[in-house]
């Protein structure tokens, strides 16, 4: 196997294609296999478990964030254009709308888990962290009391 990829890469001229084709999935992505190798075939993970513990905290502290930062671009008398100004200003239903956000990103999540489709089910974690870390620095980033005259 070794023999043919080399000489596969000497012919080709390029190392990078042959090993790819070459990559077949093999059981030492598994390392320290457990008992019963059904279960490793399926590979189902608690929705629990310590990814996911890790990106929901992610999503409740991007969420944290994107709440304060709302908070300060309104005590500096600029506008927020996602919600409502009077929703903003009345910052217990803001924090439970910014909750809820979190509960519904954390419910899609353990949807997507359910069903069976663990990509997603990361994913929906992964992208709702990125686009609330992205509006809350963007909130942060807006200059106080710089009239814009472009868009
Ligand atoms: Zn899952």
Not at 15 to 42: D, I, Y
Not at 95 to 117: K, W
Not at 127 to 148: D, E, I, M, Q
């Amino acid at each position: 196997m070794l023999v043919l990829a080399t000489s596969l890469g000497a012919g080709k001229a390029c190392a990078q294609a042959p090993a790819t084709e070459t990559q077949t999935p093999s059981p030492v992505v598994a390392p320290a296999v457990g008992k019963n190798q059904a279960q490793e075939h399926v590979q189902v993970h608690r929705f629990w478990d310590k990814k996911n513990d890790w990106l929901f905290a992610g999503i409740g502290a991007a969420r944290t964030f994107d709440y304060f930062s709302t908070l300060n671009l309104r005590r500096r008398g600029d506008q927020e254009v996602l919600l409502s100004n009077a929703i903003v200003d009345n910052h217990a239903e803001f924090a439970v709308i910014e909750a809820a956000g979190t509960g519904v990103s954390i419910g899609a999540s353990y949807l997507f888990h359910h069903y069976g489709h663990h990509k997603l089910e990361r994913w929906t974690s992964i992208v709702h962290f990125g686009l609330a870390t992205s509006g809350a620095v963007r909130n942060y980033c807006l200059k106080t009391a710089h009239p814009r005259t472009g868009p």
